[in-house]
């Protein structure tokens, strides 16, 4: 999807701003698309990075990006051309690329399943002021229903107040399978995490439905907290995270 189609279907949600994420599944770390539509609308949009943290030269790939406006890395270690759970989060070569998004305040995606979670909790033992954001909010277990004892490792994260969340459709339908309702799952998220860590990812255009129909599926599900929390879900994390999404009217 282009740049230009993607803020025709913006604006038939009603979106004003989002934070683009590099496809790693279609273009790998060549970020350059994204760095060229966040340049071309930087009123509508900042940027989400991907990088190989593993490289010896993963800190200077990092500056590169940044210095193209970018204001967010993404790791990928699991999906649909990847399936299981990569096990190099806390691979020693890592840290210096770690150390760098710490000293930054770079905001790290995760996209990773709940198995990596003793991997991360490592890096943030080492990098206590890191900042890390959970993609499908690492893929927990929602149906077996409350008290949600499949998800006790997400709980476990909430501790960190460095771990923020990104709920997306595949969670907002997994509140409806099994034993889960959305009031029961979501409101746990909200109590253990709190509104301010927990954002909206529309996950388009990778998910069959269309970007209002994503919206609508996520206001749904969250119809039933107050009214701030919805504000921080859909807008003010987000902000918060990626700043440049603020800066502009």
């Known amino acids: 999807m282009s740049v230009e189609h993607l803020i025709v279907e913006q604006d038939r949600a009603g979106i004003r701003k989002a ?57 990928f270690t699991t999906g649909s051309t990847m399936p299981g759970q990569a096990g190099w989060l806390d691979d020693p070569r890592s840290f210096p690329a770690w150390r760098k998004a710490e000293e930054a305040r770079v905001p790290v995606c995760l996209q990773m399943t709940a198995d990596g979670i003793p991997q991360v909790e490592k890096v943030l033992d080492r990098f206590p002021r890191l900042i890390v954001v959970l993609d499908h909010l690492a893929r927990p277990a929602q149906d077996d229903g409350p008290p949600y004892a499949g998800a006790e490792s997400l709980w476990r994260l ?51 439905r269309s970007l209002p129909e994503l919206l609508a599926l996520a206001q749904d599900a969250v119809a039933f907290l107050p009214e701030t929390d919805r504000e921080w879900i859909f807008s003010r994390t987000a902000q918060r995270l990626y700043p440049a999404l603020a800066n502009h009217a």
Request: a positive charge.
């Open 19 to 75: 934070a683009l994420v590099q496809a790693s599944t279609c273009y790998g770390h060549d970020n350059s698309y994204v760095a060229d539509a966040v340049a071309a609308y930087p009123r509508r949009f900042t940027g989400v990075f991907s990088c190989d943290i593993l490289a010896p030269d993963a800190c200077e790939t990092m500056a590169c990006w940044m210095a193209r406006g970018l204001t967010g890395m993404r790791l």
């Open 158 to 208: 909430a501790k960190r107040p460095g771990v923020y969340v990104k709920a997306t459709e595949r969670n907002f339908v997994g509140a409806t399978k099994g034993k889960a309702t959305p009031e029961s799952f979501f409101g746990r998220l909200a109590s253990e995490f709190g509104a301010s860590r927990i954002a909206w990812g529309s996950n388009f255009p990778a998910s069959e």
